[in-house]
């Protein structure tokens, strides 16, 4: 992470490593000068010497941050923002052309469609006008010199511009049918061991860190420590839009290589994680027969360190031999419902890779 840059106020005496620079506007009986009488000094020069300014007083490489960052939104923003009005003036068309009532699936999938488009406009206008904002910030920073708040100002602005620019882009890198959902996220330890089950722990936390770093948070709703430390399991709940998006590729084994003092033997630990969209505000359109299910239930020992029992609901789906497991709500019938859903979330995205139209199509052989 870079250092944060020492801003100083224009109180401030020059230090000792800045008198070299002051020599060539004062004597040297002049060399504590107030910091603005100095960069004063230098107005009327070329933008190469005010640029020299900058970086003399550690602020050039967040001058130069802010100037790509309003570049990169007036060269993105107008045409996206012209594409998604014409989206949104399609989809409107398509609702007027459409009978709403006689098909609903096909009504809600374009107002879904349409409430995108509209979010997708009012974050580009708002990204415009942070640009706008940095920018004109930036000049009055140069018509004043350099002034501490308004600095600040400008590079934050310049980050809400970064941080919208980098959403927008990558939404529209999200191109599958499930990738605007939310997502639950399965760890399990790859075998039995301290160091697989420490991996597990490893890969829990590094998923945290990386929701809280969007700013969001993860729902943390099972837990199985082991009894030499680490974890056994966990799953995770990550309910805000596109995390499925973003996590669907995690899906897999995941290895870590522990060399120990430089030895030519390496020890590979391991940890599966399955990933399946969490849907938010919407149902499933299918219904799976009991009579495909295999139902059971099972103790759960030990669940965040404590010594308390609590009941795993299990789903085995026969026709694909597909299971999935429940244990960290507060009762049986939620974990049941919780185990229907992860089920019916997973067959859909198995459907979805074998480009199949129906659950019930799916091929046992490749799930």
Not at 95 to 117: F, Y
Not at 303 to 321: S, Y
Request: proline share 3%; glycine share 6%; net charge neutral.
């Amino acid at each position: 992470m870079a250092a944060e840059p020492v801003f100083v106020s224009r109180a401030t005496t020059i230090p000792s490593k800045f008198q070299s620079f002051t020599r060539n506007i004062s004597d040297k009986s002049q060399a504590k000068l107030p910091l603005c009488s100095r960069v004063r000094a230098y107005q009327k020069h070329s933008m190469d010497d005010k640029n020299n300014v900058y970086k003399q007083l550690g602020l050039f490489s967040l001058k130069k941050n802010i100037e790509d960052t309003v570049l990169r939104a007036e060269m993105l923003a107008p045409t996206a923002l012209e594409h998604e009005e014409a989206r949104r003036i399609k989809q409107e068309e398509m609702i007027h052309e459409c009978n709403l009532w006689e098909d609903p699936a096909k009504s809600n999938e374009i107002l879904i469609k349409l409430a995108g488009s509209a979010k997708a406009i009012h974050a580009l206008k708002d990204l415009k006008y942070k640009a706008e904002e940095a920018k004109l910030i930036s000049q009055l920073v140069e018509m004043e010199a350099i002034n501490y708040r308004l600095f600040k100002q400008a590079y934050a602005s310049s980050l809400d511009v970064r941080k919208l620019l980098d959403q927008y882009e990558m939404s529209r890198l999200l191109k599958g049918p499930y990738d605007k959902q939310g997502a639950c996220v399965v760890i399990r330890a790859g075998s039995k061991g301290f160091n697989h089950e420490i991996w597990t722990e490893e890969l829990l936390n590094m998923y945290v860190k990386w929701a809280e770093k969007l700013g969001y948070e993860g729902r943390l709703v099972e837990k199985h420590p082991s009894m030499h430390g680490g974890i056994e399991s966990a799953t995770i709940e990550f309910e805000f839009e596109c995390a499925y998006g973003y996590l669907s590729g995690e899906r897999g084994i995941h290895h870590k290589i522990n060399s120990q003092n430089g030895s030519v033997h390496h020890e590979v630990t391991s940890a599966c994680v399955d990933v399946v969209p969490l849907f938010l505000g919407t149902g499933f359109d299918f219904q799976i027969d009991d009579e495909e299910l295999i139902i059971s239930c099972s103790p759960s020992l030990l669940r965040d360190g404590k010594n308390q029992t609590e009941l795993t609901v299990c789903l085995q789906h026969i026709p694909t031999g597909i299971s999935v497991q429940s244990s960290g709500e507060r009762s049986h019938f939620a974990n049941t419902m919780k185990a229907h859903n992860r089920l019916k979330a997973k067959l859909l995205v198995i459907a979805e890779e074998q480009k199949v139209c129906d659950v019930s199509s799916i091929r046992r052989e490749h799930c």
